[in-house]
Every structure is written in C-alpha cells, then in structure tokens.
C-alpha cells in the first residue's frame, strides 16, 4: 500500500440474499457503447486467497488486479464489501473481501456480486445497462423490495450507484429465465461462468 495521501475511496457493502425467482422477462434494447476509463497505474494485490483465486477460475473471471480475502471481522462475516482507491499519484487499488458462507453457492454468488462492482469501474460500456436493470426494478416488487436495504442507506433510485447496486444484484440473484436475453449479455460479459451460481441456472 502506497503512503500517498488518498483522493478517492468508494467502498460498496453488499448482502446477498438468497435467489429470487421470476417467470416474465423484461425486454429492452440498447446498444453498449465503446468507451473504456482513462488508464490508471494499478497497484499489486497485497494478498489473494487461494479459495477465491480457484473460485474467480471457476466463474472465468480475471482478478489479477484484486485484493481477495474472505471476511474475518464480524462485520465482513455480515456483509461481503468491494473497495475502490484512488490516490493522488493517479494509481487505483481494488479490494474484494467475500462474506463467509456454509453454501458454496452463496460464496459464489457474494464474490461474483463484488466482482460485478469491480466490472462496473473498469468497464465504462457497462454502464449501458442502466435502462434495462431499471425495467426490471420498476416492474417487480421483490426486486423493489430487495432494495430497501439501499434505500434505506440514503442511494438514490436514479443515482449511478444505484444501477450498479441493481446490475450485480440481478446477474446473481435472478433465475436466469427472467432476465431478457440483452441483459444476460450484460451478466454474462461481467462473469463468463455465472453458470457456477447454480441455485440461478
Ligand atoms: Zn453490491
């Protein structure tokens, strides 16, 4: 870790709950976009556990840029927490830290939810898929009360943070036969594999 004083730090604090399950589909189309965030210097990881490194294999995910470790404080054993740093030497440091969980299938979907976080920063296009996730918001109650819990933290529906929020809860908690093919492309380009979620397949 660098001494440099910080210029920006983004932390996200996720709960993932179990799998919503929904029959409708929510069509809507827009084109992703091809920009790409300007390039920051990347510092290293600083540890990487190696369950978590077998498990972004497993989701065919690339987290060469990421801290990983499973939650050790009672409160990360609550909530899993996806950390963005930025510091004035115009380097970036990311941090996911997954909640602990008897289910492999829980610990699966937790680490893909901050992974989503993670794709969301450094993959602008992503963030195309706002109209869509929000179709689904607007539409199904379970999905707006699943949100409560960010509400209630003050985010704002119509906030970035929101979509984001939206975005990784839907890829990993959402029977995939709701999802609209568009957003699965969406799901699918943030984790290949989101196939190893199975209790969504
Ligand atoms: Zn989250």
């Given amino acids: ?25 929510a069509a809507y189309v827009v084109a992703p976009k091809g920009d790409q965030i300007p390039a920051l210097t990347v ?5 990487q556990d190696p369950d978590l490194l077998a498990k972004a294999a497993d989701l065919g995910i690339d987290v060469s840029n990421i801290t990983l470790r499973y939650g050790e404080t009672s409160a ?8 963005y740093t930025e510091y004035d030497d115009e380097s970036v440091s ?6 602990p969980n008897p289910s492999t299938n829980e610990v699966y979907a937790s680490f893909a939810h901050e992974y989503y976080h993670y794709y ?10 706002a109209p869509l996730v929000r179709v689904l918001y607007t539409s199904y109650p379970a999905l707006y009360d699943r949100m409560a819990t960010y509400r209630n ?15 990784a809860i839907i890829c990993t908690e959402v029977n995939s036969s709701a999802i609209s093919a568009d957003l699965q ?14 209790s969504i397949y």
């Fill in 76 to 83: 990360e054993k609550r909530m899993a927490e996806y950390t």
């Fill in 1 to 25: 870790m660098k001494s440099q004083k910080l210029t920006k730090v983004i932390v996200f604090l996720c709960i993932t709950f179990g799998v919503v399950f929904w029959s409708a589909v």
């Fill in 94 to 99: 990311y941090k996911i830290v997954v909640r």
């Fill in 153 to 167: 933290q003050g985010m704002v529906d119509a906030s970035e943070d929101f979509a984001n929020e939206l975005y």
């Fill in 185 to 198: 492309t969406y799901c699918s380009n943030g984790v290949p594999n989101r196939s190893m979620i199975t």
């Fill in 43 to 47: 510092q290293a990881p600083t540890e």
């Fill in 120 to 129: 969301w920063d450094t993959h602008k296009e992503v963030r195309s898929v």
